[in-house]
């Protein structure tokens, strides 16, 4: 009697446990709209619902609150997603293959966006960005394209820096990036993020675009990573943690990780986001450090990947025209001036880089535009996170010896081409 | 314990039998709605599970599937890393819950014993228990950060080997730290079910022991462990079923990097990150079917014992 009654409570169990696994996604076929479908006019009224990450700054609600100021026919609502990435993607995708109306502006990471878009979940915003295409960063114009359509707006963007430190135990301004490497191996070190997760990903596709290499061809058809760029680039990433220019411990860094470790002094030259700059200029380094933009590396100028948000107008959305107007309305100027001045979030409009104010928040802001305009986007495909998966996971074994170089281009180039020829 | 409960349940059914069968009717009716609830909430998502997992659902095209058979489950048969996982998944289940059975058993037995505070130190020590695996997740993380966590800096103060090694960054020690982590915080729990157990055997085997001359290791050996293998066997059940699903620990220690992927991680990481629906379902099911499979391991090699103890005890 005990023993079947224990057996009912573990079935039981055991069915809530499996509940949870695939409760996550629902049907993925259904109706879905088989065409997609476009938004050429705005006109600011109605409810908009703005989906986007945690308004940690309030940089966020002052726009909103700026727009509803200005068009009082409309009214915008901000429904805050979680801070992280992640959750924020699994809550959009939630939404979006349950066709809900919920949320009518999107804030959509650049990696999400043809993923999204190759799901019908956008509508084709082609015709406005035309309009204005000038106003933009042409860089941060590519992340929202995705087969010869634009899908979003950029909203803010991002690129990598070398963070140095100055004075007494510092280093000189890197020269190249074998030269940093070098002189890093001399003084402290130099870190970055090489977890194994989409950090990764960007860090090495940094070095690779500088090498000049590439890891999916132009077509997005056929991944082009058994290259002598991508050994090349491996090989001079092992060997900066092999020769100890490079600490160990980046295996296990996140953003966060590496800034605190070279605030804490646990590093000559870091690599990070624009982030870390204010708050490393509240720390205990606040005087002995300054940035940079990537040096050349191969003897080729250095190049940057491109981070950041754009806004994008869900398939479902019930307000097409007023969530357009609000679009237009957040990438203007002046607003974009705000959220580079309270959020650090830099500017997808290059005047705005211009700014006395900008300048004063954002000291290195002319390095900043600099650099955006010389990142490159992430491989603009579907199925980016498959892709990210089988670079990060690969450039993580050679960095930690389980694979040669050698190896780990060939898997990563294979497990790429896996990916692109997913059902 | 489970006696009592079993000759409450018969009296019970031998009343109804009094009232006739309308009284089970009634039962029958009351119960339906927590039956249909149940269905609703668990068998239905199951079955769909299982339903998405014998499909294939285009990344690519909106709308497009295809009906794929087993094809998701060889594709996992036939991939390395379903096969680590499952090893990953087994080893830190054994690991860890062997040293949680060991350190849950000690500090029950302490806390069994009467003493000032017993009553506070029962509570305080279940606070690692109450704590989000998420949260407890972060802060081991912290504590083994290079060189800035706790961990190493106390290591070097001590001027202790160890203050340098990465220990989210190396393959064994990855998965050391995270046995430690699910140690701190369920062990008190298994203390707790084992403490329950301890207290329900009667003082007066022991003092009838203790009569006959039994040494404090026979009667622990003879008395205590054979009298709490029932609560032992529940406590051993809840943890394993809980360590075969391990999800956040490797996903906030190391993101699944240095053979720390376990099952729920990879089913995540398919399902959800690279949303490939029809195969992550498959390992979702997997996992399931490797959770039954494991829960009826016990009930044939123990429920037997449990049984046979229940006899002797009446």
């Keep these: ?423 | 314990m489970e006696a009592s409960t079993a000759r409450l349940g018969r009296r019970w059914s031998r009343g109804g039998r009094r009232y006739g069968t309308g009284e089970r009717r009634l039962a029958r009716a009351m119960l339906a709605p927590s039956l249909i609830v149940m269905a609703l909430v668990a068998a239905y998502p199951i079955g769909y599970a299982i339903w998405l997992s014998l499909n294939e659902y285009s990344v690519r095209v909106p709308g497009l599937s295809r009906f794929a058979g087993f094809d998701n489950y060889s594709e996992a048969f036939s991939s390395p890393e379903f096969w680590d996982a499952v090893t990953v998944t087994f080893l830190f289940t054994v690991i860890s819950v062997g040293i949680e059975l060991a350190v849950g058993l000690g500090m029950a037995l302490a806390m069994h014993e009467a003493f000032k505070g017993r009553g506070l130190l029962r509570t305080v020590v279940l606070v690692p228990w109450a704590v989000l695996t998420v949260v407890s997740a972060i802060t081991w993380r912290t504590i083994f950060e290079p060189n800035l966590g706790l961990a190493p800096q106390v290591l070097s103060a001590l001027g202790l080997p160890g203050a340098d090694v990465v220990w989210l960054g190396e393959t064994g020690w990855s998965m050391a730290v995270m046995v430690l982590a699910d140690v701190w915080k369920t062990a008190p729990f298994m203390a707790l079910l084992l403490l329950a157990g301890l207290q329900v055997i009667p003082n007066d085997v022991y003092d009838a022991a203790k009569v006959d001359g039994a040494t404090t290791l026979q009667r622990f050996r003879r008395i205590t462990l054979p009298l709490l293998a029932p609560a032992i066997l529940v406590a051993l059940i809840f943890r394993t079923l809980d360590a075969l699903r391990i999800f956040d620990l490797p996903y906030v220690l190391t993101r699944g990097a240095n053979d720390t992927t376990t099952l729920s991680l990879l089913s995540y990481q398919e399902l959800t990150t690279n949303r490939l629906i029809g195969y992550g379902s498959a390992l979702s099911v997997l996992t399931f079917a490797i959770v039954m499979g494991v829960s009826f391991l016990y009930i044939r090699l123990v429920g037997g014992n449990i049984r046979s103890l229940v006899a002797d005890e009446r």
């Design chain 1, 1 to 423: 009697m005990n023993v079947l009654r224990l057996a009912a409570i573990l079935i039981v169990a055991a069915l809530f446990a499996v509940a949870g696994c695939g409760d996550d996604d629902d049907d993925g076929g259904g109706s879905g709209a088989s065409d997609s479908q476009a938004v050429t006019e705005s006109r600011a009224q109605g409810d908009v619902t703005w989906c986007i990450g945690k308004d940690t700054t309030g940089a966020f609600t002052t726009v909103i609150d700026n727009f509803n100021k200005a068009n009082p026919d409309a009214n915008v609502e901000l429904l805050e997603l979680p801070e992280s990435a992640d959750d924020q993607r699994r809550l959009q995708i939630q939404r979006l293959r349950a066709e809900s109306a919920q949320c009518d502006v999107l804030g959509v990471d650049v990696i999400w966006t043809a993923e999204y878009a190759a799901q019908n979940w956008l509508l084709d915003v082609s015709d406005a960005i035309e309009r204005q295409a000038d106003a933009f960063i042409p860089s941060t114009l590519e992340t929202a394209k995705y087969e010869d359509k634009y899908w979003a707006f950029p909203f803010n963007t991002n690129a990598g820096f070398i963070y140095w430190r100055t004075g007494q135990d510092g280093g000189p301004k890197p020269a190249s990036w074998e030269q940093m490497y070098q002189q890093a191996g001399d003084a402290s070190g130099f870190i970055y993020q090489g977890a194994r997760y989409e950090g990764l990903t960007v860090n090495f596709l940094e070095l690779l675009y500088s090498a000049g290499g590439t890891v999916v061809d132009e077509g997005g058809s056929e991944a082009t990573a058994d290259s002598e760029e991508v050994r090349n680039v491996l090989t001079f990433m092992r060997d900066g943690i092999d020769s100890g220019d490079v600490p160990k411990a980046v295996t296990t860094y996140m953003e966060e990780e590496s800034r605190r470790a070279f605030e804490g002094g646990r590093a000559t030259y870091m690599r990070n986001w624009p982030y870390a700059y204010a708050l490393g200029k509240d720390s205990q380094i606040a005087d002995s450090f300054d940035v940079t933009t990537f040096p050349p590396y191969e003897g080729n100028p250095g190049a940057g990947v491109l981070g950041g948000y754009n806004l994008a107008i869900s398939a479902f959305s019930e307000n097409p025209e007023g969530s357009l107007a609000f679009i237009e309305f957040a990438v203007e100027p002046g607003q974009q001036e705000i959220q580079a001045t309270e959020a650090s979030l830099p500017a997808v409009v290059s005047e705005v880089y211009d700014m006395p104010s900008v300048k004063k928040a954002l000291p290195f802001a002319t390095d900043l535009r600099d650099a955006v305009e010389q990142a490159q986007p992430r491989p603009v495909s579907p199925v980016y996170p498959q892709i990210s998966e089988a670079i990060y996971t690969n450039v993580y074994a050679a960095l930690q010896g389980d694979k040669s170089p050698d190896q780990a281009a060939q898997d990563m180039n294979a497990d790429i081409q896996d990916a692109l020829e997913t059902f």
